[in-house]
């Protein structure tokens, strides 16, 4: 999410800043698919950076713009067989000619999948039907080894003709993936089937019936897991389903607006032309009709309603809006016709900020997914080293060593594949036996898994998040959220309110409360802090007007002074004003401490060089303050606050809240508030900061993970890594605990990928086959490989589950 500071920084210097782009990426069908598109993209030149997304099958690339186009590198990946697209921005922009909006693709796939997939089916079907003889039942022609050749030919020439494609192209571009081996296998036992049914004397059993079945089960396995992949993908689909199509536009013209007798402005339905919400400019003017969706970030100008925000704040209550109050785009305006002003349009409205960080935050990888990534990128050539190895094995020094096996083999022939005629073998070819095995482990092993283990977790965690109005920036913050030893809360505006009011206004001297607050509430006018709201409110309260100030100066964390009247006044902490040479009595210290003692902040008023009173202000604690603290002691972290309040003040908001006295920091500057993250993590802890403030982003940014409400400032949202929309406490926890849930799901995954694969390639391989007699054929191999693809995305939809309310 951009802050509006960023984006008038001066530019200093002539050339351009690297710049990010997201790319459709389709073709991707394993972690080695992913690995060599990571490969093509950072190679590339003037590319800095690529992360590739298996589930999400986006490319998240920073570039710089001086050296390549970002059709360039669609161009490039196209070429070598992932046909690539730029993603359509989110700010109405027209899409270039030839695009293909990724929901249209992904519905047309599925489709061509689900005729693939019923297709090889009824293949395998009559393949079973051909060896209903075992059991007695005899149907002429359907039991002839000719007619189970048909169907072979058929499965690879039909459903099974796009992974022989895909894998040939992969091949070719020296980027072998899960298709190359595949249709290795596939087309190898086709092959030999051939070969040994025109030259029977060479005593080859057919086994036609493992291509069909091979292909039938790893298409039915691959339907299912992109059944599974799109549940996951479910709630990101919903978000971008609240982004609204249409908006009312209200002409500014003569006759479009009237004037009522009690002088509110009405607005004339009729007049309103419906347009696209793309199209709409900020300070246009909207007419929302009850049961409509707010189109953009706006102002009310004219009308009262209720507006459900559920999609942003993950509250179903909805909330009153009337005129001067903001409202979202995407949320749902329910009881009363209104008009509103645009502020934000297009890519900068609420609801797109978020797609574009969830959708961000879906493509980060966790830090965990690293190992997977690098063996998945040699994964293919090693399969292919191991049944090089494996048949050459056999076939040399397995079969002759280990001959007595081969009788236990051909006991169980009708277990390893369904061949009539390879059962009636007495005895297994050893160039036979040798290149089954070589086939299964082709088959077999199987890097989708690894490849999906984190993003789907990642998708599923940041979905569930989104929903309940907790934005998590990527796989990395769940990784560093699940470490987690010390939690630090900034005081104002994060435990307490952040509306502050003002409680006592002590004068020195000959002075009146009524000049003190004056002068206090012209100094605050030059700064946004909380405590300087209170004394404004305080001061409008009374009808107190701002006297003419300029020099407005603020020091962060100290205090704000501004020149009125010749007269340099100033508005602080007893120290800063010290070091400046003001005169503070005793007095002054012994009202300040009674007021610290009594949970308030004194602020030090003075005029030049000498102290003309006090103010007292006090900030309520958050409702859920006190039991989120204790929610995070009990999970098994350290709770600490850390903020620049005065320690008298500070120890009595931690001892409302139950953190120990020892674990509050009071007294302290925005730099010193990071220093002291940083003595924490020198010291071994894993530290997570919560703030909310423009002095709360260096320590945001220093901590380990950094968590922001959602009403802080931009600069405090733009740090944080985890956002809580709903501008509740409590979620620090929910985060907390999703986080943590979501990254156990990724450690599952990993185990179970990496399991299956150090299991599964040696039983493929035979390593039981002298022993046991076990020996798997292609068939069982890919319906095995297969499942576990749909077993790793499975355990990432539990997820949603586990995390239930």
Known sequence: MQSPLLDTAPDITDTPANQTIALDVSGMKCAGCVKAVENQLTQYPGVVSATVNLVTEVAMVEYSPEVVQPTDLAHRLTDIGFPTQLRQSLDGDEPPPGYVDPVERHRQEAREQLWRVAIALVLLILSGIGHLDHFGWHIPGLSAIEFHWGLATLALIGPGRTILVDGWRGLRH??????????????????????????????????????????????????????ARTRA???????????????RLIPVQEGSLATQANGQAAFMPSSAVEIAAEKVKVGEWLQVLPGEKIPVDGQVIVGQTTVNEAMLTGESVPVTKQAGDLVAAGTLNQTGAIAIRATRTGKDTTIAQIIALVEAAQTRKAPIQGLADTIAGYFTYGVMAIALVTFLFWYFIGIPLFGEAAGVMAQSAHLMHTSSHAAMMPHPSPLLLSLKLAIAVLVIACPCALGLATPTAILVGCGVGAERGLLIRGGDVLENVHRLQTVVFDKTGTLTTGHP????????????????????????????HPLAEAIRQGAQQQELTLLPAENFQTEAGCGVSALIEGQMVRVGTADWLLSLGVNIPET?????EKLSNAGKTPCFVAVDTTLIGLIA??????????????????????????????????????????????????EVRPEAKASIITQLQQQGTRVAMIGDGINDAPALAQADVSISLHSSTAVAIETAEIVLMRDRLQDVVEAIRLSRAAFNTIRQNLFWAFAYNIVGIPIAAGVLLPTQGIVLSPSVAGAIMAFSSVSVVTNSLFLRRMVKD
Request: hydrophobic share 45%.
């Open 174 to 227: 020296n980027i072998p993936n899960m298709n190359s081996l595949i249709g290795l296998g596939a087309v190898t036992a086709y092959i030999t089937s051939v070969v040994a049914l025109l030259f029977p004397q060479l005593g080859w059993e057919c086994f036609f019936d493992e291509p069909v079945m091979l292909l039938g089960f790893i298409l039915l396995g691959r339907t299912l897991e992109q059944q």
């Open 588 to 592: 002054a210290y012994d009202q300040s």
């Open 617 to 666: 202000i006090q900030d309520t604690l958050r409702p859920d303050a006190h039991e989120t603290v204790q929610q995070l002691q009990n999970i098994g972290l350290r709770v600490m606050m850390v903020t620049g309040d005065q320690t008298a003040v500070a120890s009595a908001i931690a001892h409302s809240v139950g953190i120990s006295p020892q674990d509050v920091v009071a």
């Open 233 to 247: 993908a479910a709630a990101m689909q919903s978000l971008i389903a609240l982004k609204p199509t249409l908006a």
């Open 501 to 528: 009011v003002i409680t006592d206004c002590v004068p020195m001297g000959d002075g009146s409360v009524t000049r003190l607050l004056q002068l206090a509430a012209t100094v605050e006018s030059g700064t946004r």
